[in-house]
């Protein structure tokens, strides 16, 4: 009996301790659910007030552009911070769809070739205005790469580190510091307990000095809807999605993420993720061995770079730092008839601007020698006062290899086909047809003597009339290019070129007129422009001269 | 010299006598007027002409200069430094256009003598160009000094193959240009004092003065040492090594034991330049204090004999004070207790200025009072910065200040009628807005708008010779040279209280309402408060701009309804349609040709009172 009544206990014991048990679980889960509940509801929160400030902004200047709207700056104006607005806003509804398609299991990773230094390029171009607009410094480091052209999801991989580095500019207080380092490393995880393989992992390492995180906080990073939350973060626009995101990515993708934080100290992240190499394609670069280059950049750590990929492809190269110094080089170079094979002008030197050198450099070197410039810059900015200054090609930073040859490799093809072309051989432009307006006989005849070494075929004309009625009676699509000379009898180039342009024909406004002219004041070219002439090409013309133009004008005509 | 080439030099003189207006044999207001009218359609017609000859003459040659022959380069040469020659300028732009044609020529014929001629002379074309934009910060000008620096660079690196050529005068060359890099304004000073330290120690290397005994070897270092000691003024102390200072020191020992032995065998008293290198050299190495070295500027400068127009004279006059001055602004602790010292010193100088000989050079006195300009410190009993200016204007570019005193009294014209229209059309700018009193914000837009007019060109001063002696239509360089003067304006209005207000508009008079054109830069519009006040100025600049002066710009004159029409189709672009809309209106454009027509008469007249002796009035400046 007794015996029963233990067992009778025990058992109830274990049932209440099943009781208990189930109850804690329960509890926990109502706990969970509770959680998510609160970290949904504060995320709607969030959301609404965050959909709603944008939103906010959208009608708001909506309605200040409508109510000016014949003053176009105020509405350009307007019209910037609309569009700043509608992409911020399309940015939370992104974020929003991706987490609810990463929890569905929905997200599918691609498989295909990208290249690395693209991808670098295109990251750079979103983050650094970013980073400039709050006055941060901010440093991008290429380490050891061993494959730029890889296999993988690149639409997912640049999601992942547009997430990382955007945070850190965000969280970060503005003058503060961010310092990025991209690198691969092959066959090994960095990090402990994974397994050893041959797979080229691409590491990313992000720090910053900004406003940090709780070590509370660090547990529940990977969260969906969570986000730091204090007075600063509050003004900071997010959903709190992005680092769930990443992590969700990640593991997808196989690869890790390692992130570590102090509070008012700033963070630093280290992911790295593994990729198969892309197959190699047939090389076409010609890169000219064993030729030296020189490099003009005052940071040292930069100009090491530029040399070390150099080297690889075996060329030789020189380091100086101010550009009095180059140009000094430079002219002894000449002299001694060893000019380097091209001059890669870096972002600063230490004593000028290198635009004011690269001017300097293509009249002291001609038209013909490479000036590369290799630099941080935002290309489309500089583009007008860099190629006036003679910049033959651009180099975006970070650096890449394959960018950098792509470039010396072009330029060498270029000035191949250049010397072939001074020498008369193997150009043949004998498709197109050119007319040469020039009333002096001695001009006409040695400018007929240099174009025709190109085989194109020229028709003349001695003044403007002249040109207009040859224009008018030829057939349409007849001529290619016109050289015009301004000061003639009869008509001027000017008249000549308005008439030209005037003509009730198709090509009449198609046609390349390119003035030849002496005259130099701000008149001139001005006049030029507004007589509808494409080009503005000064007097005295060598034949060096003549053919870029040709090149350049009849080859975009192909 | 070809004949054309003797013409546009004749002509450049007789413009210059034209435009110093020394009307000294007029003696009533109506004579002056019809004078200075009668002189500027002469200048007109020779400014044309000289137009005609580069067009028919010069150009072509340009247009064939690659087959030109021997002799035709030789004249070109010789005309071109007929146009600047070191010390005078005739037309230091057509000079720059000249050599640069020379250089292209020689590197086509790989003349090694000529590319280092041509390099040394270009070079000191651009040092000319350069020496106008005294008191722009660096990063402003780095562009021309990188140019005039590159071409003495390059001539300087024959060096290396001295012994290779054979013509001395090209080796003098290859010397000059290597002392010359060191000229003009560097990021640090030691860099400067690093390479005329090592100019220097190779022009007292004696295996280069054995090779070529025939060069002024003594010459070439001695003023090698005034280069040196030249940095002193500007430097700052902890800018310079130890080195350095040494170096400066040894120079500034040398160059005064020199002028004091010049002195005693010219029987003149002992240079006051040199003293004060002396000095300051003294005190940037720890013997003198600066209280001390202040002390010692103020002995040399009471020492001054103002009865006396030579250069030294007119130095501890005029450009010591502005040493003085840059002094005080870097310490202005310093300023207390010498405010009345610095008042004397202003009163001195204009009364100097005011006695200057109307038949001197005065170069030499426009150079040093612009040197002041740019230290200038305003104290309570001083006279004001913009009355400084307007002395200037009125003794070296009475063109600017007239037109300069027509966009002010136009520009005030016009915002009376926008005033009367809209009370609170300038109410981004915040002083404005917080005039409650209607009177007095009207009064205050008024002379907002007088002043920004009369001072919207200051920063024309630097470039005096390009607005007010080119003879001729400008190069596209020059023409980029002088948007600087947009910068200079507003950076030198900025330095002082009195004159802050007026920097917006003259940083920004020439920029366009859409943002799409115009300069500089630095001009964020829609940034501005000022904007519509700019956008005034800017306007009627424009259209002073577009009646008087036309053909620097390549434009044709305009006629006022011509200018009106032509705002009008740049309505939206160009100008704010805020303002054009008011100029189709027939009433506000009837008032604004009175107003241009009366602000020059009387712009005039009051120059006419200023500058001829007999008619001056007791009030010479005007106060503001």
Redesign the interface.
């Known amino acids: 009996m007794q015996e029963m009544k233990n067992n009778d206990e025990s058992q109830y014991q274990i049932m209440i301790d099943q009781l208990r048990s189930a109850n804690a679980e329960l509890s926990e889960s109502l706990r969970a659910a509770e959680e998510e509940n609160r970290a949904k509801s504060s995320f709607l929160s969030s959301m609404s007030h965050d959909i709603r400030t944008p939103m906010n902004a959208i009608m708001g200047m909506t309605s200040i552009a409508l109510s000016h709207i014949d003053e176009k700056s105020r509405v350009f104006d307007c019209l910037q911070k609309i569009q700043t607005a509608s992409t911020h806003l399309m940015n939370l509804v992104n974020d929003v769809l991706d987490m609810s398609r990463i929890a569905s299991g929905r997200m599918t990773l691609s498989e295909e070739a990208f290249s690395l230094a693209d991808m670098v390029h295109d990251i750079m171009i979103i983050v650094r205005p970013q980073a400039a607009h709050k006055h941060q410094e901010f440093h991008l480091e290429i380490g050891q790469i061993y494959e730029e052209n890889l296999i993988g999801d690149p639409l997912h991989l640049r999601q992942i580190m547009v997430n990382i580095i955007g945070n850190a500019v965000k969280y970060t207080q503005e003058d503060g510091t961010i310092h990025v380092s991209i690198s691969q490393h092959i066959g090994q995880s960095e990090f402990p307990g994974q397994e050893t393989d041959n797979r080229i992992w691409l590491d990313l390492l992000c720090e910053d000095n900004g406003i940090g995180m709780s070590q509370e906080f660090l547990k529940r990073i990977f969260e969906p809807f969570e986000r730091v939350n204090n007075t600063t973060t509050s003004k900071i626009e997010g959903t709190g999605l992005g680092m769930a995101i990443v992590k969700s990515l990640l593991d997808r993708m196989g690869g890790e993420i390692k992130v570590e934080s102090e509070e008012g100290k700033g963070s630093r992240f280290h992911i790295s993720i593994p990729f198969a190499a892309a197959p190699h394609t047939e090389g076409t670069q010609t890169l000219p061995t064993g030729q030296t280059v020189l490099i003009a950049e005052s940071m040292d750590s930069r100009a090491q770079q530029i040399a070390d990929y150099l080297k690889d492809g075996g060329m030789e190269t020189v380091h100086l730092k101010n550009g009095m110094d180059a140009v000094t080089w430079l002219t002894e170079a000449q002299y001694e008839n060893r000019m380097p094979c091209a001059l890669l002008l870096g972002q600063e030197l230490n004593d000028m601007s290198v635009l004011d050198v690269a001017a300097h450099v293509r009249d002291l070197a001609g038209r013909e020698f490479p000036i590369i410039m290799v630099a941080e810059v935002d290309w489309a900015q500089i583009e007008y006062r860099a190629t006036r200054a003679g910049i033959t090609a651009f180099v975006p930073c970070p650096l890449f290899k394959s960018r950098l040859f792509a470039a010396l490799s072009e330029l060498m093809d270029k000035a191949q086909r250049n010397n072939s072309e001074r020498l008369g051989k193997h150009v043949d432009y004998s498709q197109y047809r050119l007319l040469l307006v020039e009333d002096n006989e001695f001009n006409r005849e040695i400018a007929i003597e240099l174009l025709s070494q190109t085989g194109v075929q020229i028709e003349t004309a001695e003044n403007g009339l002249r040109a207009v009625e040859a224009f008018e009676k030829s057939p349409e699509n007849y001529y290619d290019l016109i050289f015009m000379d301004i000061q003639m009898p009869v008509m001027n180039g000017y008249d000549a070129a308005r008439k030209i342009r005037q003509l009730p024909r198709k090509d009449a406004e198609s046609i390349i007129i390119v003035a030849m002219t002496a005259n130099a004041f701000v008149e001139d070219i001005r006049l030029s422009k507004e007589a509808g002439m494409n080009e503005h090409c000064s007097k005295p013309v060598d034949a060096e001269h003549l053919y870029e133009i040709l090149r350049k004008r009849l080859s975009a005509e192909e | 010299m070809q004949p054309y080439q003797e013409e546009y030099i004749a002509n450049l003189k007789d413009i210059a006598v034209l435009a110093a207006r020394k009307y000294q044999n007029c003696h009533s207001f109506e004579t002056y007027r019809e004078t200075l009218l009668k002189n500027r359609s002469l200048i007109e017609a020779k400014v044309n002409r000289n ?1 005609e000859l580069l ?1 028919n003459e010069l ?9 030109a022959e021997p002799n035709e380069l030789e004249e070109l040469e010789e005309f071109a430094k007929r146009l600047l020659d070191g010390k005078n300028e005739l037309d230091g732009g057509l000079f720059c ?1 000249i050599y640069q ?1 020379l ?3 020689a ?2 014929t790989k003349d ?1 003598n000529a590319i280092i001629r041509c390099l040394y002379w270009l070079g000191i074309g651009r040092h000319n160009m350069c020496s106008k934009m005294v008191g722009l910060d660096l990063p402003d000008i ?2 021309y ?3 005039m ?3 003495f ?2 001539a ?3 060096l ?2 001295y012994d290779d050529i054979c013509d001395i005068e090209t080796k003098g060359y290859i010397l000059r240009s290597r002392a010359n ?1 060191a000229l003009g304004q ?2 640090s000073a030691s ?1 400067k004092i690093h390479l005329t330290r090592q100019t220097l120690q190779l022009l007292q290397d004696e295996d280069f003065q054995q090779k070529t005994p025939e060069l002024p070897w003594d010459r070439y270092i001695y003023m090698t040492h005034q280069q040196m000691i030249s940095g002193i003024s500007y430097n700052r102390e902890n800018d310079m090594t130890a080195q350095d200072v040494t170096a400066i020191m040894e120079s500034a020992h040398i160059v005064h034991k020199r002028q004091i032995q010049e002195a005693i065998s010219n029987n003149e008293a002992p240079p006051m330049r040199s003293a004060f290198s002396c000095y300051a050299i003294e005190y940037y190495c720890g013997l003198l204090t600066l209280e001390d070295l202040l002390g010692r500027m103020e002995e040399l400068m009471d020492l001054a004999d103002t009865s006396s127009f030579s250069s030294d004279a007119m130095y501890t006059i005029i450009s010591l004070p502005a040493i003085y001055c840059q002094y005080l602004r870097e310490y202005p602790e310093q300023l207390s207790g010498r405010e009345k010292y610095l008042e004397s010193l202003y009163r001195k100088i204009i009364a100097y200025t005011d006695a200057f000989p109307e038949n001197e050079a005065n170069e030499q006195i426009f150079y040093f009072l612009r040197q002041l300009a740019t230290t200038f410190i305003e104290t309570a009993h001083s006279i004001s910065y913009g009355e400084f200016q307007q002395i200037m204007l009125i003794h070296f570019a009475p063109d600017i200040y007239i037109h300069s005193q027509v966009v002010g009294k136009t520009a005030a014209a016009f915002c009376e009628i926008i005033m009367n229209e809209e009370p609170s059309f300038f109410d981004d700018i915040e002083y404005i807005r917080q005039i409650s009193d209607p009177g007095t914000k009207r009064q205050a837009v008024l002379e907002l708008a007088m002043n920004s007019g009369t001072f919207h060109d200051v920063g024309k001063i630097n470039f005096i010779s390009l607005f007010t002696r080119t003879a ?5 360089e020059e ?1 980029e040279i002088t948007y600087l003067h947009t910068v200079v304006g507003s950076t030198r209005l900025n330095a002082c209280i009195s004159t802050r207000h007026y920097a917006p508009a003259a940083l920004g008079h020439h920029s366009w ?3 799409s054109r115009g300069y500089p830069e630095s001009y964020k ?2 940034e501005c408060p000022y904007r519509q006040m700019v956008d005034v100025i800017g306007l009627i600049d424009w259209m002073d701009n577009s009646m008087n002066c036309a053909w620097l ?3 044709t004159k305009k006629s006022f309804d011509e200018a009106v029409q032509e705002a009008i189709a740049l309505e ?1 672009r160009r100008f704010s ?1 805020l303002l054009t809309t008011r100029l189709r209106d027939k009433a506000v454009t009837e008032k604004l040709r009175q107003a241009f027509e009366t602000a020059r008469y009387d712009a005039c007249y009051h120059l006419y009172q200023e500058t001829i002796p007999h008619e001056k009035s007791p009030q010479k400046i005007i106060r503001l």
């Open positions: 137009i067009r150009f072509p040659l340009f247009d064939r200069l690659f087959e256009q044609a250089l292209s020529h590197r086509h090694c780095e562009y000094m990188s140019q620096r590159l071409c660079t390059e300087a690196a024959y290396k193959y890099t560097f990021k860099s001729r239509q400008w190069f596209e023409y309402y859409d943002g519009r829609l710009y390549g434009h939206r349609p």
